[in-house]
């Protein structure tokens, strides 16, 4: 597979879907404005790849094409790297959002697979079956994707977090790769020691040059850098995929009409800067990868 993602990799993650679908039928607000918020973020990176070098050489955008049509031309018109998600949102099991020729326009593919200690196995081997299906067609155009998981347990369970979460992880980063299912990088969930990510470092090091990048759930500023810190000498660790961190709350305030359209983009630039500066801070310096 061509290598177009060098780490580290900086990627602003704002290809949500179902999330704000869901927050503007509670609020009342058209769904087109959705577009809006896409189009304001995606200006928000490149304000931060014209102010931050490190933005500039590592920064990378992801964004759907259901509301973020304009921001995905937008971001790509101007140089950056962009990619597009190829599962359809809030569905389970694992469904395409359309044809991968159609769907996933960009330099890469992600696709966000959910998985838990009790799903039944056929639907695990299927997902695992349609996973295959998209790394075949990623081979076939020269085209990397990133590999989402998210491991669903008990949410106030600090156990879970330290040892069920990462385990659960681990067995599906093996199984996968035992399907022959190797994607450049995977896209995870934080862990809150060095502890619980030796496991995952330890799973996704059986392959050669794969890499990880830290998601972030619309955690706070300062439960990211945990994770970050978490990461340090994690020799997978690769960077960050952090999204409604960065641009959900003034995304949010100015679709409400309390924020101006500008100030929530200075405002998301700002994020995405002070992100890259926590995993900067945090002295995560994985090698190359590839």
Not at 10 to 33: G, P, V
Not at 122 to 151: G, H, M, Y
Not at 224 to 244: D, K, L, N, P, Q
Request: some cysteine; aromatic content about 10%; overall charge negative.
């Amino acid at each position: 597979m061509s290598i177009s993602l060098k780490s580290p990799v900086y990627m602003m993650a704002i290809d949500h879907r179902w999330q704000w679908s869901q927050w503007c039928d509670e609020n009342r607000i058209d769904h087109l404005r959705i577009r809006e918020v896409k189009t304001l973020a995606a200006d928000a990176f490149l304000l931060a790849r014209r102010e931050s070098s490190q933005a500039m050489e590592s920064g990378v955008l992801l964004v759907d094409l259901i509301y973020g049509r304009e921001a995905f031309a937008r971001a790509r018109a101007a140089g950056s790297t962009v990619g597009t998600p190829a599962e359809r949102a809030g569905v389970f099991p694992l469904e395409w959002t359309g044809a991968f020729e159609e769907s996933l326009p960009g330099a890469f593919a992600k696709v966000l697979v959910r998985h838990r200690a009790d799903v039944p196995r056929e639907v695990f081997d299927n997902q695992l079956a349609k996973l295959a299906e998209l790394q075949q067609w990623c081979s076939t155009v020269n085209r990397p994707f990133v590999l989402e998981v998210l491991i669903s347990g008990p949410e106030t369970d600090p156990a879970f977090d330290r040892e069920g979460r990462p385990r659960l992880l681990a067995e599906f980063i093996r199984s996968a790769y035992g399907r022959k299912i190797v994607p450049q990088f995977w896209k995870i969930e934080g862990v809150p020691d060095a502890a619980a990510m030796r496991i995952v470092d330890e799973a996704i090091c059986e392959e050669r040059g794969v890499g990880q990048l830290i998601l972030g759930k619309g955690a706070g500023l300062e439960t990211v850098g945990t994770w970050f810190e978490s990461a340090r000498g994690a020799v997978s660790a690769a960077g960050f995929a952090i999204g409604r961190t960065v641009y959900w709350d003034s995304a949010r305030e100015f679709l409400l009409g309390r924020m101006a359209a500008d100030d929530a983009v200075h405002q998301m630039a700002a994020n995405y800067r002070t992100v890259i500066e926590l995993w900067r801070r945090a002295q995560v310096l994985a090698p190359e990868l590839g």
